[in-house]
């Protein structure tokens, strides 16, 4: 994977904001098309994407690095499960252009300041997409080059926030935070999730490893408060006993990765407390404490059932010979 390649094409990309987001804004200019074509969530992406690959923008060279990032993060483990009737991916410009075009139906068609801010929305939102498919190959040439690799990851997202129009919402500012968004869609695949893990464990700075675990556990403990929130909105309590034993069956990944990044943010925490460090101290908690906020009783109260509650069978325990714990399966118990 040339990832030096892709830095220096996003690095094009932003230096043509203008003229790709003037090609979008042609796009959604799209009241006198069919129906069909305006639903066709494909046949938008693809035409979204020729405008940042075309003859004027990018070499014939760049041109054959199209879709090589999502080629790779699917290849590791990360192909998104289809989720019918619902969007199961990272940012799409073809399922956002879709929305708009139906929202514009049913209520007006906008003029042209609403489109130019909507053709940079989704300008920024692919090369989001773009920094958060990079970040998952700072490792590519082994841990030595984690660390420098992101700090190039984090040059970029600041220029993308400098370029863009004030209008426009910052929606990341940290890319130690893409990684774990690059891994939020549901896949069928669970092995990269924890390779990724693993080869977190010994690369980076410490710092940079703790922030990692933040945005693990934030975004972990969202999506599992949500689905109470879900149920509790259709009228179950949030302390009925077929809810957690419900979410306890169906989230042992996310409760596994939970563990995974509730520890070393527990050791920094240890460390702060001793070293007087109060404001330190007081993120970590905050942290700490979105990750055990959707099932408090099982990770402070029943740690007898933390471990069978986060048994992932398929990638903890060896299905040849003998029953016994695989290398990550016996992590997992350390942890």
């Known amino acids: 994977m040339p990832f030096q390649a892709h830095v220096e094409l ?61 080629r790779a993060h ?51 939102l692919y090369l989001l997409r773009a920094l958060e498919l990079l970040s998952m190959r700072i490792w590519d040439e082994g841990p030595d080059g984690a660390a420098p690799r992101l700090a190039l990851v ?31 869609p549901t896949t069928s695949e669970l092995h990269g999730y924890f390779d990724v893990a693993a080869q977190l464990a010994t690369s980076l700075t410490e710092e940079d490893r703790l922030e990692v675990h933040r945005a693990t556990i934030a975004l972990a403990g969202g999506h599992l408060r949500s689905q109470l929130r879900y149920y509790h909105m259709q009228g179950t309590p ?44 007081q993120r970590l908690a905050s942290a700490i404490l979105q990750g055990i906020s959707a099932d408090p009783e099982l990770f402070v109260n029943r740690l007898d059932l933390l471990g069978p509650y986060t048994m992932i069978e398929p ?11 695989t290398p990550r399966g016996q992590r997992q118990v350390r942890l």
């Open 315 to 325: 990638m903890f325990i060896s299905g040849d010979g003998p029953v016994e714990l």
């Open 74 to 124: 699917w290849a590791r483990g990360f192909r998104p499960k289809a989720a019918e009737g619902r969007n199961n991916d990272l940012p799409d410009a073809g399922e956002m252009m879709a929305r708009a075009f139906l929202y514009w139906q049913q209520t007006r068609w906008p003029g042209n300041e609403v489109r130019r801010r909507y053709a940079h929305g989704l300008f920024n």
């Open 10 to 70: 996003l690095r094009v990309f932003l230096e043509g904001r203008d003229r790709i987001t003037g090609s979008i804004q042609s796009l959604l200019e799209a009241k006198q098309k069919p129906a069909a074509w305006r639903e066709e969530k494909a046949l938008l992406a693809h035409l979204f994407e020729e405008a940042f690959f075309a003859p004027d923008i990018v070499t014939a060279e760049q041109q054959a690095l199209r879709g090589e990032l999502q």
């Open 238 to 281: 949030l302390d009925d006993r077929e809810l957690v034993l419900t979410s306890r069956r169906s989230n042992a990944l996310d409760f596994s990765l939970t563990i995974e990044g509730l520890v070393p943010l527990m050791q920094a925490y240890e460390a702060a407390c001793r070293e007087g460090a109060g404001e330190r101290r």
């Open 154 to 184: 984090q040059q970029l997202l600041d220029e993308l926030w400098r370029t863009s129009p004030a209008d426009q919402p910052v929606l990341v500012r940290d890319a130690r935070w893409l990684i774990p968004i690059a891994q939020s």
